[in-house]
């Protein structure tokens, strides 16, 4: 059972940064499409970005060149590093595994982390 848990939430004000931290057991970060995903309160969860097995990222348009993912293979960890936040970036922040294809959609992802919270003030 593949177990996903992310860190590094918290509050900030805009124009601020921080790191998401996903580790996991029992997946090898190597092996398959890792993904951000977020979602506020009424809304459908949205993805944010993702990186493939061979490193390529993508990112939605409303966060790239202020966001970054990445993954420490030694570590088994996925990282997201969000700059220059801005209040519509608060939500909360899952990071997800695809087994098949790329962690860009919410339907194609087999595991989720619990989340963490973002929230980011004016």
């Known amino acids: 059972q593949v177990q996903l848990q992310e860190s590094g939430g918290g509050s900030v004000q805009a124009g601020g940064s921080l790191r998401l931290s996903c580790t996991a057991s029992s997946v090898t970060y190597t092996a398959y499409s890792m993904g951000w995903f977020r979602q506020v309160p009424g809304k459908e969860r949205e993805g944010v970005a993702a990186i493939e097995t061979d490193g390529q990222t993508t990112y939605s348009d409303s966060v790239k060149g202020r966001f970054t993912v990445s993954k420490d293979k030694a570590k088994n960890t996925l990282y997201l590093v969000m700059n220059s936040l801005k209040p519509e970036d608060t939500a909360m922040y899952y990071c997800?595994?695809?087994?098949?294809?790329?962690?860009?959609?919410?339907?194609?992802?087999?595991?989720w982390g619990q989340g963490t919270q973002v929230t980011v003030s004016s």
């Open positions: 997800a595994v695809d087994l098949l294809g790329s962690a860009t959609l919410v339907t194609g992802i087999d595991y």
